[in-house]
């Protein structure tokens, strides 16, 4: 079973992707980026990663680049979640190396398939 992880401040997120993704997938959820790069650390491997943007401890922005910027994590695919659809919000994180770019509120199915097209 593939591994995903989804960092999101909003709990409701979390159980509603984990409603849609957790029968496929072993699925991770943390409240906030600092928790998910603790797990991380400790050796945990997920297959791609989905980080909401708007978040109080750490900014998405910061935690993707974290993670494309370490040697062990530069290759887990990321999946971005934003509270707004801005083109230039969307070309940032996609340059920084983001997989895709996702606006809330999202049809759940939508970001089942993207997954699935990433991770296969
Ligand atoms: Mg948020």
Redesign the pocket.
């Known amino acids: 079973m593939k591994k995903i992880v989804l960092v999101?401040?909003?709990e409701s997120i979390g159980k509603v992707v984990s409603f849609y993704l957790s029968k496929e997938y072993d699925f991770t959820y943390f409240e906030n980026p600092l928790k998910a790069i603790e797990w991380l650390q400790e050796g945990n491997m997920p297959d791609l990663i989905i980080s909401?943007?708007?978040?109080p401890e750490m900014k998405g922005d910061d935690f993707l680049h974290f993670l494309k910027t370490n040697a062990l994590f530069k290759n887990i695919p990321v999946v971005m979640l934003s509270?707004e659809d801005s083109t230039s919000e969307r070309i940032r994180l996609l340059e920084e190396g983001a997989e895709d770019y996702i606006v809330k509120p999202f049809n759940p199915l939508e970001l089942k398939i993207r997954i699935k097209k990433i991770i296969h």
């Open positions: 999101d401040d909003k909401d943007i708007r978040m509270s």
